[in-house]
């Protein structure tokens, strides 16, 4: 069965910190894999990456893939409150053509 | 604002219950999807429309059924209402067919069964 493992489950940390949230995958048919970001409803997107090793970046967020290792991390520097929020993590399935999300990282900036 | 407009936003029913979701895609956006998020188990895609035809299937009930309509807004009905029914459910959209790139969500409709 395809899955997405994300950890932590939960993070708090304080402003100024930098974070890793780490996602895992098991998917047969890989496509991408997308980032999301979930603060009070709809998820918004962040990144998408189809190739091993390439670094995407924004702003104060990079986001990479190991297709070898079937990871992604997702770094946030100099975190500030209003990165606080849920953040997901999916892989597009090809034969089906949707997204499998994993259970997110809720992440908590504290002042 | 993702450009894809679900109404109701809230709504609250009785157990055996049947309700409808209603979603409209982005402009120009042809492919919709369903997905239902509940505390336990994250985002689970239900089902999936392009351009009028269902073109994917998720963990979907029998109990819900879906349609996309000529205009492209979409439609998501839940029958036989049950507790464990109780979740927020999204729908998005995207300009794909087979590829699924970027989702845009829309707000989420949170159904509340009693």
């Known amino acids: 069965e395809d899955k997405v493992v994300q950890s932590p489950l939960s993070l708090v940390v304080h402003e100024g910190d930098t974070v890793t949230l780490n996602c895992s995958y098991e998917?047969?048919?890989?496509?991408?894999l997308l980032w999301y970001k979930q603060e009070k409803k709809a998820p918004t997107f962040l990144f998408m990456l189809?190739?091993?090793?390439i670094e995407k970046k924004s702003g104060r967020l990079s986001s990479i893939l190991d297709k070898k290792e079937l990871f992604s991390i997702l770094n946030i520097t100099a975190t500030q409150t209003g990165d606080s929020a849920i953040y997901l993590c999916?892989?597009?399935?090809?034969?089906?053509?949707?997204?499998?999300f994993g259970k997110g990282t809720k992440l908590s900036v504290k002042p | 604002d993702s450009g894809v407009t679900q109404t109701p936003k809230h709504l609250i029913t009785a157990t055996g219950q049947r309700v409808t979701l209603r979603c409209s895609p982005r402009?120009?956006?042809?492919?919709v999807y369903w997905y239902q998020q509940s505390l336990d188990q994250g985002l689970q895609f239900l089902i999936q429309?392009?351009?009028?035809?269902?073109?994917a299937k998720g963990n979907i009930l029998e109990r819900f059924s879906a349609q996309q309509f000529p205009d492209l807004h979409s439609e998501l009905n839940l029958s036989s209402l049950e507790l464990g029914d109780s979740a927020l459910y999204f729908c998005?959209?995207?300009?794909?067919?087979?590829?699924?790139?970027?989702?845009?969500f829309g707000e989420g409709s949170r159904l509340t069964v009693l």
């Open positions: 998005a959209s995207s300009v794909a067919r087979l590829a699924v790139g970027e989702l845009f």
């Open positions: 998917v047969t048919n890989f496509r991408s």
């Open positions: 189809t190739s091993s090793g």
């Open positions: 999916a892989v597009e399935e090809g034969s089906q053509g949707n997204l499998i």
């Open positions: 402009s120009g956006d042809l492919s």
């Open positions: 429309y392009y351009n009028g035809e269902e073109r």
